[in-house]
């Protein structure tokens, strides 16, 4: 059944990988594509979203999994989540530099945090599930990747909180000055990244301190015979 659920989940994200490029938009004019390369920057966001979803998936898999119905759940929730993520990249593309594009961005992000969370969601059981099983390497490895993509989720939930759906540039009055504030998408995307990065030294501080411990080994036992 494992093996069942890891190909059909690497069957959806190879077909999100393929809708990234179906989802740019063709231009009025051929020099617009790169005159105007906002499609290019949401491809190559997109696409490198799904292939470290692909490789978070993996590794999960390969270390963590447990068949049961709360992971398996959490399993098909981020799939679902990846596939409305790259969907959502359409709306942004379709309706450009306006109002309408920041809401689709922020849809796209909260989409995001959802395919990762649930990521994480495995992360976590399967560490508990799998604790005195696993090598200390491992431990370490799932912590510090564990708390990485949370990182990153709260990181996306915070900005798109305190993004604007304005969709230019934004100036508030500070003191009878004007201050720049940045739109949705940048605004997300930093605190994205920001998260990611917290989460990464959160993570490797965790992994070194706090996965001690010699790792258990179940052997399953044989049934003695005597000779006569």
């Known amino acids: 059944m494992v093996r069942r659920l890891e190909a059909f989940s690497d069957i959806v994200i190879g ?10 938009v063709i231009p009025p004019h051929a020099i617009e594509f790169v005159m105007r390369p906002l499609g290019i920057f949401a491809f190559v966001v997109t696409f490198t979203v799904v292939v470290r979803f692909w490789w978070t998936h ?14 398996i759940t959490c399993n098909f929730i981020a799939l679902a989540g990846l596939i409305l993520q790259v969907f959502s990249l359409q709306l942004f593309l379709h309706f450009g530099p306006t109002s309408e594009a920041m809401v689709a961005a922020r ?32 431990r370490r490895a799932g912590l510090r ?14 900005g798109n909180a305190l993004s604007t759906n304005d969709a230019t540039q934004v100036y508030v009055m500070v003191l009878d000055q004007k201050h720049l504030v940045a739109s949705a998408p940048t ?34 036992s044989e049934p003695v015979t005597k000779s006569s």
């Open 145 to 158: 990747d564990m708390l990485a993509v949370w990182g990153t989720v709260l990181g996306c939930i915070l």
């Open 107 to 138: 849809i796209y992000f909260g989409l995001f945090s959802l395919a990762y969370g649930a990521l994480g969601l495995m992360f976590a059981l399967g560490l508990r599930y799998r604790w005195n099983l696993l090598a200390v390497s491992d």
């Open 58 to 71: 993996f590794k999960i898999f390969r270390h963590y999994f447990e068949p049961n119905r709360l992971m």
């Open 187 to 220: 605004t997300i995307f930093l605190f994205t990244f920001v998260g990611w990065i917290a989460g990464l030294v959160a993570g490797r501080l965790v992994a070194r301190f706090g996965a001690g411990g010699t790792a258990e080994v179940r052997v399953r």
């Open 15 to 24: 077909f999100s990988l393929a809708q990234v490029g179906l989802s740019l």
